[in-house]
């Protein structure tokens, strides 16, 4: 019986630059596509429709290929390295140690260790939460992240460096550029599932699964909800709390000229990397509006792009933690979040079990601790809409 040969994975094979580079020019032509609609006040005809669906494709090809690529790198890596199977072997041990804890048996030493507060740090599930979190909400995968124990200073830059032409031997234009330090600590949120102890008592019944995939949703949420709306009072301070204000001329409707003029609010260097988030039903309100030739504005991606689809070509998150239109809400968000948001996790989560609180109803508390603080670092990079207060409905 002959052998299946593997064939070797080679860098040289992908040429990400090429891609990246075919990546501009088909994002750069979009544009033109746009502009120049635009600049003759018209919709696009059917050919430049067709035209700019086909390059969006494209695009979400070429950006899937590079992805791929990075996963196939770090898959090689693993298995020349083997380090692919000790971290399976640990992260087996692991659950076992979790399970164990949680039904009060005992706690193996090296896969958990005990934190100042007195709670467990599962060293091998921190990681995998907030990885999970990351992956599920697209909110809180496009803002700029650091992962620190402690306290994160952010540089903020408060005036501008100016450039201006000079003639030879002549003095560079002085700029009295201001910067200033802003810190970044951790906020304590905390998320708790109650079992009963005959669940718990079930051997085969995998608690860390069941504990994971809770808070998991809950982070994801709470994640979400505390980086859009936080007023920085025990928690992060939320996008809407900073931004290019924009705001619309009616509490509860919105229109194609408005979402146009929220487009180039944002200033130019901040769009090619620039995303919408809203709530689906602010999302639903804007797929519904037509142009004067009765032609849908929003233009619907591919299911696997990752988001619910494009508005003038940048891509459209939905978040549950959005306001829907109505007076004095912040329905719209526009901008380049990983240039405009800074949010600073803790790698270290932490697991405490009740087991007094609950023993008169015969269960148990697990809590999960997560530390996360965030901070809008650069208002030019995005764009937060607002509702009238008053007036026109």
Known sequence: ????RVPEYRAEDVNPKLLTEQLAEKKKRMKEILDGAKAETRAMSEDEDKEFSDLEKEINSIKATLAAEERARALFKDSDSGTSVKSEDKKKNAVAALNAFIRGTEVRA???????????????????????????????????????KGVYKQIVRKKKITSAGAVELSQATRSATDFETIEIGHHKYMAEAVMSL????????????????????????????TIIGGNGTNEATGLVKGGTKYTLVAQNVITADEIVKIYHALKTMYRNNAAWIMSNDTLCAIRLIKDADGQYIFHQSDLTSGFAGTILGKPVYTSEAMDNLGAGKHPILFGDYGRAYKANVNPEMSIQVLNELYAPVGAKGIIGILWLDGKPVN??????VECAAGGKL
């Open 379 to 384: 208002n030019e990079a995005y764009v937060t």
């Open 110 to 148: 090296g896969e958990m260790s005990v934190s100042s507060t007195g709670g467990i740090i599962p060293t091998e599930f921190s990681s995998d939460i907030i990885k999970s979190v990351n992956e599920l909400s697209g909110i809180f995968n496009l803002v700029g992240k650091v992962n620190s």
């Open 198 to 225: 005959e669940v718990i008592a079930q051997t085969e019944f995998d608690i860390v699964s069941e504990v994971v995939s809770q808070f998991t949703e809950a982070f994801t949420l709470q994640a979400e909800t």
């Open 1 to 4: 019986m002959s052998k299946i």
